[in-house]
Every structure is written in structure tokens, then in C-alpha cells.
């Protein structure tokens, strides 16, 4: 899946998911919330991979489940870039958006490439 498709299905994300757990995601409006996704596309492409191989060992020890957590990382650390426009209640909060945001991208990005 292309990086503006990305962007797209992950900003409906956002959406969806600032719907139906209010308490834990506030995103203000749709632009901010593809403003968002995309602030989010460029911190995976050039802050993620940095921190997936400084972290490789505790990953590989925690048999993966340690990439969550570099999911919620990103996804703070959007929400601090974002400022009062994208808000995230917490790292728990931030988990349970990464952990979502990756199954639906799983899902959907495995209906697209068949």
C-alpha cells in the first residue's frame, strides 16, 4: 500500500477511533486528523526504523511484543509534535491506538495486495 493511502486509512482511524473512545483519543477535525497520519508516515519512515534496531535485542526477547510499544512510542510522540489537536490520554491509551491501528492495517493492507 502506497504512503497516501496510508495516510488516508490511518487518519479514518484516528477518526473512528476518537468516536468510539472519546476518553482516550481526541483528534479535532478530519484535517488535523490526515495532518496527524501524515506527521505520523514521516516519524515511521525516519524515526522508527532507528529505534526498531536499537531496540532489536529486547525485541527478539520479548518475542515481538516489544514493537508495540515502539508503536505507542510514535504514536506520543505524534501527539506531542500535534500539540492540542491530536491528544492522546496517556500511554496506555497510545498502546491501545497502536495496537488497533495495526490490525486494521494488517487487515486492510492484506485485502489490497491480493
Known amino acids: ?4 493511502q496510508r495516510v488516508v ?11 468510539f473512545f472519546p476518553n ?11 495532518l496527524a497520519a501524515f506527521v505520523l508516515g514521516l516519524l515511521n519512515m525516519f524515526v522508527k526504523p532507528i529505534l526498531v534496531i ?3 535485542p529486547i525485541t527478539i526477547l520479548t518475542l ?3 514493537y508495540l510499544f515502539i508503536n505507542a512510542f510514535m504514536l506520543e510522540l505524534t501527539a506531542k509534535l ?22 486494521v492495517n494488517t487487515i486492510i493492507t492484506s485485502y489490497v495486495e491480493k
Open 1 to 4: 500500500m502506497g504512503f497516501l
Open 9 to 19: 486509512l490511518n487518519s479514518i482511524v484516528f477518526l473512528a477511533m476518537s468516536g
Open 24 to 34: 482516550t483519543l481526541y483528534v479535532n477535525s478530519f484535517a488535523l486528523a490526515v
Open 54 to 56: 536499537l531496540s532489536l
Open 64 to 66: 515481538g511484543v516489544f
Open 82 to 103: 500535534m500539540g492540542n489537536a491530536f491528544q492522546l490520554n496517556g500511554f496506555s491509551s497510545a498502546l491501545l491506538v497502536a495496537v488497533i491501528l495495526s490490525i
